[in-house]
């Protein structure tokens, strides 16, 4: 499994956009990159994935460079509800996910 | 998240009791996955199961068992609790076990063990 790094808090102000970098240098040619986002007393919930350049949903954006060897999260005008840890996460051929400490971001009025 | 119910959600046993924890799912996902969460160790994977009766240990096995006699249904055993397992355990189900399926989530049992 890739080993990934991530800056372990944020804090931001509502209607700001926060981009959360992940280093992954041992990434390997198959793995994707996939983003959890987790609010307290609740369970991950998946947010975005990517495989390279970028992806975009209703939710974020994903921004790989051509070497894959880090990816940043970007969360557009957030707000207070966005409040979470966000984990970055870099899988293997048989989806033994490895989740770090994550990001704490924090989103202050 | 995708049907994932966790039963309980609390529960305050004593050390050296046998404790028994269950996720039922709804979606028919084949892949299973019991997680635990510590402050400062982020979550990691205790056991999994591929299919029926099919399972393998992750990276914190030891003191726990496993048993999935039934698609939707997946237990975690603690046969004799110590304090040390005192946690937040999650279960989580994915259709396939490759890292572009994501996994998802129940909210969790909080295990306190005295």
């Known amino acids: 499994l890739a080993k990934t790094t991530q800056p372990i808090s944020m804090d931001s102000y509502e209607g700001q956009e926060v981009n959360i970098t992940c280093s992954h240098n041992?990434?390997?040619?198959?793995?994707?990159i996939t983003w959890y986002q987790q609010f307290p007393s609740q369970g991950p919930r998946f947010i975005i994935q990517g495989y390279k350049t970028k992806v975009t949903n209703e939710v974020a954006s994903l921004f790989i460079p051509a070497d894959r060897k880090s990816s940043t999260l970007s969360l557009p005008r957030v707000s207070l509800s966005d409040t979470a840890v966000y984990y970055c996460l870099v899988g293997g051929g048989d989806y033994k996910l490895s989740f770090g400490a994550g990001t704490t971001v924090t989103v202050r009025a | 998240d995708a049907g994932i119910t966790q039963s309980p959600r609390h529960k305050v046993t004593e050390t050296g009791t046998p404790v028994t924890l269950r996720c039922h799912q709804t979606e028919n996902h084949r892949y299973m996955y019991w997680y635990r969460q510590d402050p400062g160790h982020g979550l990691r994977l205790i056991h999994y199961?591929?299919?029926?009766?099919?399972?393998d240990k992750g990276e914190v096995s030891d003191g726990y068992s496993v048993s999935r006699s039934k698609t939707e249904d997946f237990l975690l055993t603690l046969e004799s609790a110590t304090s040390s397992q005192t946690s937040v355990y999650f279960c989580?189900?994915?259709?396939?076990?490759?890292?572009?399926?994501?996994?998802?989530f129940g909210d969790g049992t909080r295990l306190s063990i005295l």
């Open positions: 989580a189900t994915s259709t396939q076990a490759q890292d572009n399926q994501p996994q998802h």
């Open positions: 199961s591929y299919g029926v009766k099919d399972t």
């Open positions: 041992n990434i390997a040619t198959n793995d994707y």
